[in-house]
T-cell receptor, first 113, second 115 residues
Framework: GENVEQHPSTLSVQEGDSAVIKCTYSDSASNYFPWYKQELGKRPQLIIDIRSNVGEKKDQRIAVTLNKTAKHFSLHITETQPEDSAVYFCAAFKKLGNEKLTFGTGTRLTIIP | GAGVSQTPSNKVTEKGKYVELRCDPISGHTALYWYRQSLGQGPEFLIYFQGTGAADDSGLPNDRFFAVRPEGSVSTLKIQRTERGDSAVYLC?????????????FGPGTRLTVL
């Protein structure tokens, strides 16, 4: 089955700086990669996603890049703000076969004011 | 519109008891997923429904776990003879059609504590 690894497990950045979270996946058949943000005690919420036919996607301060050959994808947050503090999860989805998201172990991001 | 809802928000039970956790998906969503999230971990897949049928139950840890979706909307996750290791947050998600073209929207979860 699919295995998703996520690094780092914790990340602290100064407000206004950029944050980068990296994930790798094992199954080359995975074709959809969402990122979820989860605040303490709250539900995971989708913040951005990317499909395997695209190398990069951007939405305001958030961007995701995908390298299919290397089987890794990254989340980039620029101009970080205190409200960006949360746990971020990457995930991988394979269209054929298992209809499920396989999640990484999460990155706790802390923005230092 | 209303998002995915789950009840109860918290459930405390004793070892050996039976529990039911309920999920109300977004109206019109045909796909429904159950995940389990342990402290400090990402959600872990349990089961996927497409309509009324369980299309993939490969994530259910053992036969104490069972889930139904009799009318293709509300789903119930049932755990028999609960064990302390079952303590976790149980998350439900729904998507419009399933597959990789439909975003999965999560509910707030049910925190299950087995004493």
């Amino acid at each position: 089955g699919e295995n998703v690894e996520q690094h780092p497990s914790t990340l602290s950045v100064q407000e206004g700086d950029s944050a980068v979270i990296k994930c790798t996946y094992s199954d080359s058949a995975s074709n959809y990669f969402p990122w979820y943000k989860q605040e303490l005690g709250k539900r995971p919420q989708l913040i951005i996603d990317i499909r395997s036919n695209v190398g990069e996607k951007k939405d305001q301060r958030i961007a995701v890049t995908l390298n299919k050959t290397a089987k890794h994808f990254s989340l980039h947050i620029t101009e970080t703000q205190p409200e960006d503090s949360a746990v971020y999860f990457c995930a991988a989805f394979k269209k054929l076969g298992n209809e499920k998201l396989t999640f990484g172990t999460g990155t706790r991001l802390t923005i230092i004011p | 519109g209303a998002g995915v809802s789950q009840t109860p928000s918290n459930k405390v039970t004793e070892k050996g008891k039976y529990v039911e956790l309920r999920c109300d998906p977004i109206s019109g969503h045909t796909a429904l997923y159950w995940y389990r999230q342990s402290l400090g971990q990402g959600p872990e897949f349990l089961i996927y429904f497409q309509g009324t049928g369980a299309a993939d139950d490969s994530g259910l840890p053992n036969d104490r776990f069972f889930a139904v979706r009799p009318e293709g909307s509300v789903s119930t996750l049932k755990i028999q003879r609960t064990e302390r290791g079952d303590s976790a947050v149980y998350l439900c998600a729904s998507s419009l059609n399933g597959g990789d073209r439909s975003t999965q929207y999560f509910g707030p979860g049910t925190r299950l504590t087995v004493l």
